[in-house]
């Protein structure tokens, strides 16, 4: 008797929320905000290697990027704001690997995050892929925020971050002052931080 066939190995995560997450083909209807929210409060930025009683959690990595946004694009409708705040939202079910190992791990890892990515920004009404113009944005302040928490956090000289991240350039004093006081969170902080700022960039009713 031929033996049977053994079953493919498991390529989903279950959530909190009950939804089971197919990491190869995720659809976005398997996909909520509060998983998000929970999972990115609770994954660390620069593995863990910062100052502060907590971890520097991807959510408030993915709060400042969204400021830093706003700032430089004044003129971004809320829904590139909304993109700019679920950026990283892959990483709450792949963890936030730091930028060396992903370069050593190759584009199959950056695959996996591009479908996972796609099927987030449709779940919550944008484009599979965006405008170049708010992408390079996006990552422009993705690359000043880890600037900010190099030097204020992760141990960086200010020289030695200049060399592989974005100084802050283009923000006006108030905001640099603001943005040069990064304090780590709690997971429950940051995650009801991350919840309450989705839900003002996803109503309608505010400005």
Do not use: C
């Not at 929210?37 to 959510?59: I, K, M």
């Not at 079910?93 to 199959?108: E, N, R």
Request: charge should be neutral; proline fraction near 8%.
């Amino acid at each position: 008797m031929p033996s049977p066939e053994k079953p493919p190995p498991r390529a989903w995560q279950r959530m909190l929320s009950g939804r089971r997450l197919d990491l190869l083909n995720p659809s976005p209807l398997d996909i909520e905000i509060e998983d998000i929210a929970h999972g990115l409060a609770r994954v660390a930025r620069w593995n863990g290697q910062t100052t502060g009683d907590h971890a520097f959690s991807v959510a408030q990595h993915s709060l400042l990027v969204e400021r830093i946004v706003s700032e430089l694009r004044t003129e971004f409708p809320k829904r590139w704001r909304l993109a700019a705040l679920i950026h990283d939202a892959p990483e709450y079910v792949v963890g936030d690997l730091i930028t060396p190992f992903k370069s050593a791990i190759g584009l199959d890892y950056r695959a996996l995050e591009d479908r996972l990515l796609q099927a987030v920004h449709i779940r919550f009404g944008l484009p599979g892929e965006l405008p170049k113009s708010v992408s390079a944005a996006i990552k422009r302040a993705d690359k000043i925020a880890a600037f900010l928490e190099a030097t204020q956090l992760a141990g960086f000289a200010d020289s030695e971050a200049r060399r592989f991240f974005t100084a802050p350039r283009g923000l006006n004093a108030a905001s640099l002052k603001e943005f040069s006081a990064l304090e780590p969170l709690s997971p429950p902080d940051a995650q009801k931080d991350f919840i309450t700022r989705f839900q003002m960039l996803t109503d309608d009713t505010s400005n």
